[in-house]
């Protein structure tokens, strides 16, 4: 078997993957029905399909197929669209509550510009195409065309593209996770440790494309090429992370949440009766437990809510309820019936989802060095 064929081989693992995680994301909108949000699922499967199809113009080109050539407009629109749709699903997820408009430029741009090099591609026979394309030393005997500029600086265009993206990926992350502490109490969930390496799939996913039809123009020897591996993963550790839920979707603030209201709910709760609605209903142990959930019983709303918190205890409303948690597991220890209990079911019992989320919860609390007063 020849080299490029080898190499074609090799690159059908990602179209694999990249097949599989779509089908996984499609039966996971079809499991959640209309019980809560799921657009974000959807988005997240059409990026998979995205990443097929760039992987699938990789292979036609190590293939050395003239269909690559013509195409190429559309592998330039795929990559950039791969971007565009990663950061709209990471755009859905990290929302604070407010629920803005995604901007349909993100979309209208990625058209705009290969559509503009598909126009220009017309203007130019398959040779001088395949020429620029599959380019190689002789390409530089001459003087270059602005064409063949423009084609040779896409790779690098591909690659700013994706860290532009991931600039504003990253902005919007460190956004969210502020909110999502004083909106829930799940610390699996609120952690979002897993969206760092989202971020470097977001770059990986963009550049690698490129990089392998670089590899192969170049003459880069397959064994080479395995810094690629990882992206296969990623693409299924997206996709699981998605599936089991973990994440958390920050409801919309409601309408009534005005100035006026909050002064009116300013009035209903201080933090005596906080805190004995808290001893005394438990409501953190409940692992899954969200700040909305407390809005009934407290007659007040959200934004007043959190506010109190972190006026009165100087913390966030997630590190609020997991000190509670902590000190319910020490009251637990005392009981003489629990004697028998692993630690792990204790740390259930008082509303942790896990060991890691307690130690977790632990370390947070002793670098505070202080439990707030009353609690």
Known sequence: MDNEFLSALFYTVFITTSLMSAFVCFRHYRAVGSRRPRRHILI???????????????IFIMMNLPLAVYINPFFAWVCMMNVVLLYHF?????????????????????????????????????????????????????????????????????TLYGIFYGVLTYIRLLRYRRAVMDYSADARCTSMEWINYFLIFLLASTI????????????IPMWMQVFLIPIPIGLMFLAYNVVIDNYVIIAPLQAQETDEEMQKTSRLIIRSRFEQYMEKQKPYLNPNLCITDLLPDL?????????????????????????????????????????????????????????RNYITAGKQQYRRKLIPQGI
């Not at 990089?211 to 003459?219: D, E, I, P, R």
């Open 90 to 158: 990471f755009y859905i997820v990290t929302d604070v509550g407010r629920h803005t408009r995604f901007s349909p430029f993100h979309y209208v741009a990625p058209l705009v510009l290969a559509g503009g090099l598909a126009v220009w591609s017309t203007t130019k026979s398959y040779a001088e195409l395949a020429e620029v394309f599959f380019f190689d030393g002789h390409i530089f005997e001459s003087s270059l065309s602005p064409f063949t500029i423009v084609y040779m600086l896409s790779p690098l265009s591909y």
């Open 299 to 355: 007659c007040t709303n959200r934004t007043y809510l959190s506010n109190f918190i972190n006026r009165e205890y100087h913390m966030s409303f997630n590190a609020l309820i997991n000190n509670y948690r902590l000190r319910e597991i020490d009251r637990l220890r005392l009981e003489p019936h629990r004697k028998q209990q692993s630690s792990l079911e204790l740390i259930k019992k008082a509303g942790f989802s896990s060991y």
């Open 208 to 219: 690698a494309p490129v990089l392998s039809v670089l590899a192969v123009n170049l003459g």
């Open 44 to 58: 997240l499967m059409l990026t998979y399909i995205a990443t097929l199809f760039c992987w699938l113009e990789v």
